[in-house]
């Protein structure tokens, strides 16, 4: 992204990228800065779910990590044994002036399968579970009645079982994850392609994935 200032102000505020993110429990956004809120989403592999928002207008930062467990200031190889109970997940600093939350939640949902537990695509356990983990009241309600809409319309073929959570404590994830898809592109994209997301959101979704 294009914003140098917006980004520097982003991850001086939210602790750097090797440091753990002030969580808020659900309890509001007090560090954030001034007209800016954030949102928390897992979605599998954390280095897939970067690029959707990142290209987003309105969307200054977004930090890959671990969320939603209990082992304090987590490491990649502890999450990945799927016993410290977090999910990888993405944290979004983003400007409700300019994009709101229910458009984070339509792109959100565009880039899973919301009908697997514990599981997305070629990757297995519960820290690939898919969450919306909200941190306010009016977030809470805005990620249920997507899901109750979206459910409704049977476009899945199956219940959509993403857990909608209050958010915790949020690990940002080691420097190398970050941007992992600018950094690796090239083994990121082998492992998108051979992962069969792109191919299963084109089946259900289409030319609509992208909106």
């Known amino acids: 992204m294009k914003k140098p200032i917006m980004l520097l102000i982003a991850i ?9 993110l002030a969580g ?14 954030k949102a928390t989403f897992a979605g ?14 309105g969307v200054d930062a977004v930090v890959s990590g671990y969320t939603g467990g209990q082992t304090v200031n987590p490491t990649y190889e502890e999450v990945s044994s799927g016993r410290t109970g977090h999910a990888e997940a993405v944290e979004v600093l983003y400007d409700p002036a300019q994009i709101t939350y229910t458009e984070l939640l339509d792109v959100f949902w565009r880039n899973i399968d919301p009908t697997t537990r514990d599981r997305q695509f070629v990757d297995t356990g519960s820290q690939y579970r ?16 997507s899901k109750k809409k979206l459910d409704a319309l ?8 993403t857990e909608i959570v209050p958010a915790g404590k949020f690990y940002a994830a080691e420097e190398y994850h ?10 990121y994209k082998f492992y998108r392609f051979n992962s069969g ?6 089946r ?3 030319k609509e994935k992208d909106k």
């Open 12 to 20: 001086l505020v939210m602790g750097g990228m090797g440091m753990a």
């Open 24 to 37: 808020d429990g659900g309890k509001g956004t007090d560090a954030l800065p001034k007209n800016r809120e």
């Open 44 to 57: 599998g592999c954390f280095w897939c779910m970067e690029p959707p928002f990142e290209k987003l207008a």
């Open 130 to 145: 898919t969450a919306i983990f909200y941190h306010n009241d009016e977030q809470k309600r805005l990620a249920e009645d």
């Open 154 to 161: 049977g476009r899945f073929g199956k219940p959509i079982v």
């Open 178 to 187: 970050q941007d992992y898809y600018k950094k690796s592109s090239t083994r």
């Open 197 to 202: 997301r792109d191919q299963y959101l084109e």
């Open 204 to 206: 259900i979704w289409g």
